[in-house]
């Protein structure tokens, strides 16, 4: 009988392990599915920090296995493992629906679920596919059937576009030629090179790109510019689209977010204050006369530079006006008129020679290129208008010859008369607040540097790294770069009446010992104040102003570079 008894129990505990096994496979199949499959690609689509929502299912999904084995009565047991592995699920539809579109929000009604379905046979066919594009029009364009032609090549867009949003970078840039295709992005001014796809591809998807943006895809030789919006990971992006063709193939720029780059306040570009005040002498109504050159190598920050210093004038209170060959930033209040460079009607030095007839207060003219305009805008003198000038040049000697070459080297004092002052840049990484690693430097690394020994005790190294936990992992803020955004060094040299009289005789170096007797800040000098106060690195400072090989006697005798 006892035999007996014990068979019993035995078979009994057999069928209500397989019993319980068939329920927790009814319960943790689904669950599975919907947290690898739906919420995992959800969270990381809407950017709600996936990681951690995937970690919060794993737990209560361990938690509810040990309710299975832990509670011996069965269906009680199950019933708390479903609630275990309900809840986070119920607060992430929650949390979810406060932070996205209500056109996407989760939803149980049958117009929901209507919705949802539509969704899923819309995401079903256009695959993997994460972003959709708005074009110039402002018309939704939803991502191509799976069966269209389009489809893969709106892929290979995605797959281009999106890790370089998620990099943080700035621009893209694609090159296409006959033999491949080169593609890279920028972080912080510095170029990362990307896979490179195929040619017929990488051409596709610039055509695929430059419908959206309304430009002519047949026309591959003309400069073209446009405009589009992407919505996808991480929220709305606008790409802005520029293409041409040259001598060694079709040339892309994309640049993500462009107004957002080029808005900065006057105050906010890294200027410091004694160069800050040097300018503000600029801005009272009798003051605003004569030319003021702006200049930087290209990359370095100078239409940036130039929309803060028009936008510190008050629009409504000033008549300001603009010449530019691309109007990259629309200002409220300005009248920017962009110079179409197809109409052989008009050319760059007319469309000026009208402008100031108008009496404006303040002009911003895009880099001149031609030997007509520049005595054009030197005409009015110190009795004309404020007029920003933009030039390319790499440092103060350069740019000054190149006005003085432009408007005729035979009549100085026409060129060298109407200059206010002359400014160059550069642009410097800042380092990441998050990682930057403090240090004590040397007496002899502050002596080399020429920094003041009594001041500085302390300064920053980037680093890119955090410890988390027991692990060194890359800085989830700056991405392992040690380095987050860019800011701007500046020499500005005042040309006061003495200083003109130098110039107008010719001496430009006893002009730049005037101005540097009048505490002019070399662009080093800025750079080692920005070192000292924490916002960059040694490293990057050498980087940025390290003499180069091709260094020119007049950079040397201007002190830009260190």
């Not at 509810?64 to 199950?78: K, R, T």
Request: aromatic share 6%; hydrophobic share 40%.
């Amino acid at each position: 009988m006892l035999c007996i008894h014990t068979l019993a129990d035995a078979s009994s505990a057999i069928l209500v392990g397989w019993y319980m096994a068939l329920i927790m496979v009814a319960v943790y199949a689904p669950w599975g599915w919907i947290v690898s499959s739906v919420l995992d690609k959800d969270a990381r689509y809407f950017n709600l920090n996936q990681r951690r929502w995937n970690a919060i299912h794993m737990t209560c999904g361990v938690l509810g296995l040990a309710a299975f084995v832990l509670i011996p009565v069965p269906g009680i047991n199950a019933l708390s493992a479903v609630v275990v592995l309900l809840t986070p699920i119920l607060v992430y539809w929650k949390i979810r629906n406060q932070q996205v579109p209500a056109s996407q929000r989760f939803k149980l009604t049958s117009d929901g679920l209507k919705e949802r379905m539509e969704a899923r046979k819309r995401s079903k066919a256009s695959r993997a596919a994460l972003v959709h594009f708005t074009d110039a029009e402002d018309v939704k364009r939803n991502a191509p059937d799976r069966e269209d032609p389009l489809f893969a090549i709106h892929m290979v867009a995605e797959d281009l576009i999106v890790p370089a949003l998620e990099a943080r970078a700035s621009r893209m840039d694609i090159l296409v030629t006959q033999k491949g295709s080169a593609i890279t992005h920028t972080v912080d001014g510095i170029s990362y090179k990307r896979d490179p796809v195929a040619p017929d591809q990488a051409l596709a998807v610039v055509d695929y790109l430059k419908n959206l943006a309304g430009l002519d895809v047949s026309d591959r030789r003309r400069r073209q510019t446009g405009n589009f919006d992407m919505s996808g990971p991480g929220g709305r992006t606008l790409l802005h689209l520029t293409t041409a063709g040259s001598s060694n193939g079709l040339v892309t720029r994309i640049d993500f977010d462009i107004a957002k780059q080029l808005s900065k306040p006057f105050d906010g570009i890294g200027l410091l204050p004694s160069q800050l005040e040097s300018l503000q002498a600029f801005e009272p109504q009798h003051d605003r006369h004569g030319i003021v050159l702006i200049g930087a190598p290209k990359g370095q920050g100078l239409t940036t530079t130039a929309y803060s210093l028009l936008n510190r004038h008050d629009a409504y209170t000033a008549n300001i006006k603009t010449l530019e060959r691309d109007v990259l930033l629309e200002i409220e209040g300005v009248d920017q008129v962009k110079w179409d460079a197809s109409d052989p009607n008009v050319d760059f030095a007319t469309n000026l020679q009208s402008m100031l007839r108008r009496d404006p207060d303040i002009v911003l003219v895009d880099v001149i290129q031609d030997a007509d305009t520049a005595p054009v805008a030197a005409e009015p003198g110190m009795d004309g208008p404020l007029i920003y000038i933009q030039q390319r040049q790499s440092n103060i000697v350069d740019q000054i010859r190149e006005w003085v070459k432009l408007v005729g080297d035979s009549n100085l004092k026409k060129a060298t008369g109407p200059l206010r002052a002359v400014m160059n840049q550069r642009l410097i990484r800042a380092l990441c607040p998050n990682c930057r690693q403090a240090y004590q430097p040397t007496p002899e690394q502050v002596k080399q540097l020429n920094l003041p020994a009594a001041k500085v005790t302390q300064l920053y190294r980037h680093s890119g790294k955090v410890q988390e936990k027991n692990r060194i992992e890359n800085c989830p803020v700056c991405g392992g770069s040690g380095y987050l955004g860019q800011t701007g060094i500046f020499e500005v040299m005042i040309i006061d009446s003495e200083a003109k009289k130098l110039l107008a005789k010719g001496d430009l170096k006893a002009a730049l010992a005037h101005a540097r007797r009048n505490k002019m800040i070399y662009l080093q000098e800025a750079a080692l104040s920005k070192v000292v106060s924490g916002e960059t690195s040694i490293d990057e400072v050498l980087r940025v102003t390290a003499p180069s090989k091709k260094k020119t006697k007049a950079s040397e005798t201007s002190g830009t570079a260190a």
